[in-house]
């Protein structure tokens, strides 16, 4: 039986983890929309991995005997001043949640679950990737501040990014 603790903060995850993927859907229509294809898939398979974090989340409370609550999704904004201004918003995002993981973890720890524990050292792993990915996109877009060309290639760059489904047990997908 999972701990009622830990539980419950895993469900209050479930919530940040689809909220993550609503955000990276509205963000995905805001580079459609605005021409950036690439940056659109990028977006794309974001929201995929943000499924499949929730679902991971999800399972665990099912394996386990727990009870998932799902909670309401909050309202998020739909539009951008820039690709840029975008990835900074992501960025703050993922910041948000490595400190909603940590927390989790430090809730594991204080109960003693140690199953819980194995489950989040792989989210801990996951957050470093996630912030990383990121970073790296900002520091391009910084680079080419708004030269169309820069941005084009770019653009072209995050084309490429594909969904790979994490085996068990193992660790993130590359960006
Ligand atoms: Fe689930 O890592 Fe991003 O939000």
Same mark, same amino acid.
């Given at each position: 039986?999972?701990n009622p603790k830990v539980a419950a903060a895993?469900?209050?995850?479930?919530?940040?983890? $689809?909220?993550?993927? #609503? $955000? #990276?859907?509205?963000?995905?229509? #805001?580079?459609?929309?605005? !021409?950036?294809?690439?940056?659109?898939?990028?977006?794309?398979?974001?929201?995929?991995? *943000?499924?499949?974090?929730? /679902?991971?989340?999800?399972?665990?409370?099912?394996?386990?005997?727990?009870?998932?609550?799902?909670?309401?999704?909050?309202?998020?904004?739909?539009?951008? *001043? /820039?690709?840029?201004?975008?990835?900074?918003?992501?960025?703050?995002?993922? *910041?948000?949640?490595?400190?909603?993981?940590n927390f989790l973890m430090k809730t594991a720890i204080d109960e003693n679950d140690f199953?819980s524990k194995?489950?989040l050292?792989? #989210?801990?792993?996951?957050?470093?990737?996630?912030?990383?990915?990121?970073?790296?996109?900002?520091?391009?877009?910084?680079?080419?501040?708004? /030269? !169309?060309?820069?941005?084009?290639?770019?653009?072209?760059?995050?084309?490429?990014?594909?969904?790979?489904?994490?085996?068990? !047990?193992? !660790?993130?997908?590359?960006?």
């Amino acid at each position: 039986m999972v701990n009622p603790k830990v539980a419950a903060a895993i469900n209050e995850q479930i919530k940040n983890e $689809l909220e993550s993927a #609503y $955000l #990276y859907y509205a963000m995905q229509a #805001y580079f459609a929309n605005a !021409g950036f294809d690439g940056m659109a898939n990028w977006m794309s398979v974001q929201v995929k991995e *943000e499924l499949f974090h929730a /679902s991971k989340f999800y399972d665990y409370i099912i394996n386990r005997g727990g009870q998932i609550q799902l909670k309401p999704i909050a309202i998020l904004k739909t539009t951008w *001043e /820039s690709p840029l201004n975008a990835f900074k918003e992501a960025l703050i995002h993922e *910041e948000f949640i490595t400190s909603r993981i940590n927390f989790l973890m430090k809730t594991a720890i204080d109960e003693n679950d140690f199953a819980s524990k194995v489950l989040l050292d792989w #989210y801990v792993n996951e957050q470093v990737e996630e912030e990383s990915n990121v970073t790296k996109i900002i520091a391009s877009l910084v680079q080419v501040k708004d /030269s !169309g060309e820069g941005l084009l290639m770019i653009d072209r760059e995050l084309a490429t990014r594909v969904f790979i489904m994490p085996i068990p !047990g193992q !660790g993130a997908q590359p960006a």
